[in-house]
């Protein structure tokens, strides 16, 4: 019961949401008329590998969690099933002893939870990583970049420890219905984390600098002005410190909502398809992408929780106590994997109806298509992923087919 109204929730959260206008249906193109073979065998090669990795790093936090969680439940006291070894001692007494203080013990061991994850996904991260230096895609040193993972690490165990110790006072003070007020602070640590993240989180990682008076800055508030659109700020972030990539997005809330330009796309890029990629970003703020986002997940957090709830009992997590938590932990990786995916099925048309209304706003499809082809190679985007890959992790339509909007519109000589 609890999976089926998840799985409703979130497809009538996509349908509700889902851009019913302003599409462009692609024009069918061969990639190998924008691509030599080389160029795809190069991208195919290098995303085939990162993308086996990156499902070995669900695999890993998946089984890692599945240990903790059977430690915290069923293998309490070495009680495990026989055909898994016991956990280690310094893990059982931890549990134990966090249950003493069990909202300071939740803190403890959510935080401790989330280091451990971090830690078995080294080894991976760090193939991923040197792949990157080898292609040419990543610019940063084994030393900085360990660096960059033990913010990013303390981050988010600062995080879990909050989260730890809201998930135990909730299900000490409501025992049976803690789901109801957990899917509430869900949705409101999403809209505090898109506000807070631009002013607090970002600057940790990188320079951001607001885009000085020019020529670039006069176009971008020019294009806004056309399309009717507050951009808030638009700034200028050192990406190249740590990526030869391109990209550009928008960011914050309110006070906080700015439009992020890289800098290697800034100084590498002709005018025209800088203008292209600017005029995406406004189709997201035009159609305020950003606020229905955060209404998604207000609209699946509750069936949401109510299921990672049932799995959390289901896999043995009925104390309350800390001991709970990684069966906790484990639940919600499961189920926001899964709504990801479905998330992912909203984001593809919501990023199509950017690329249109960018062709539409700059009237350049020549740019736009120079642009998409250019991205694929300076990013080593594969044209045309597997349509397995894409269908669970894709947050964007294909090059192939944003191309293929490109395409359309100059055929027709719009």
């Known amino acids: 019961m609890a999976i089926t109204v998840a799985v409703v929730a979130a497809g009538a959260a996509t349908v509700i949401l889902r851009p019913r206008s302003g599409l462009i249906d692609p024009a069918a193109i061969d990639p190998r008329a924008y691509f030599s073979e080389a160029e795809i065998r190069r991208a195919e090669d290098f995303r085939g590998v990162q993308r086996l990795i990156g499902v070995g790093s669900l695999l890993i936090s998946g089984a890692t969690l599945a240990v903790l969680a059977l430690a915290g439940g069923g293998c309490q006291g070495g009680r495990c099933p026989p055909w898994m070894p016991s956990p280690p001692a310094p893990v059982l007494r931890l549990l134990e002893r966090a249950g003493e203080k069990p909202v300071r013990g939740g803190a403890l061991v959510a935080a401790g939870i989330s280091v451990t994850l971090t830690v078995t996904g080294i080894p991976l991260s760090v193939w991923a990583h040197e792949r990157a230096v080898d292609y040419g895609l990543s610019t940063q040193s084994l030393g900085p970049w360990f660096a960059d993972l033990g913010k990013s690490a303390a981050i988010a165990a600062a995080i879990a420890a909050a989260g730890g110790a809201v998930g135990i006072a909730l299900i000490r003070r409501f025992p049976a219905n803690w789901w109801i007020p957990a899917a509430a602070v869900v949705t409101c640590f999403a809209v505090i984390a898109l506000y807070l993240s631009p002013v607090l989180i970002d600057p940790l990682f990188n320079r951001f600098e607001?885009?000085?008076p020019g020529k670039l800055r006069s176009e971008v508030m020019r294009l806004a002005d056309r399309a009717g659109v507050d951009v808030g700020e638009v700034y200028r972030v050192d990406a190249s410190r740590r990526t030869t990539a391109i990209n550009a997005?928008?960011?914050?809330?309110?006070?906080?909502?700015?439009v992020v330009l890289y800098d290697n796309l800034i100084e590498d890029y002709p005018e025209r398809q800088v203008r292209s990629v600017v005029a995406h970003e406004l189709g997201?703020?035009?159609?305020?992408?950003?606020?229905?986002?955060?209404?998604?997940?207000?609209?699946?957090?509750?069936?949401?929780?109510?299921?990672?709830?049932?799995?959390?009992?289901?896999?043995?997590?009925?104390?309350g106590g800390p001991a709970s938590l990684p069966a906790l932990a484990l639940s919600l990786g499961v189920v926001s994997f899964g709504l990801t995916c479905a998330g992912n099925t909203l984001s593809r048309p919501v990023e199509a109806r950017a690329d249109s209304y960018a062709l539409e706003l700059t009237g350049d499809p020549q740019a736009f298509i120079a642009l998409e082809r250019s991205l694929a190679l300076r990013n080593l985007g594969d044209p045309d992923p597997p349509a397995?890959?894409?269908?669970?992790?894709?947050?964007?339509?294909?090059?192939?087919?944003?191309i293929g909007f490109g395409e359309a519109v100059r055929r027709e000589g719009r």
């Open 210 to 212: 607001p885009l000085p």
């Open 249 to 258: 997005y928008v960011g914050g809330l309110g006070h906080t909502k700015r």
């Open 284 to 319: 997201h703020v035009k159609n305020s992408d950003v606020p229905k986002g955060l209404l998604w997940v207000a609209i699946v957090a509750l069936p949401g929780m109510l299921l990672v709830r049932r799995l959390t009992e289901a896999i043995g997590g009925r104390s």
């Open 388 to 402: 397995l890959f894409h269908t669970l992790f894709g947050t964007h339509p294909t090059t192939v087919e944003r």
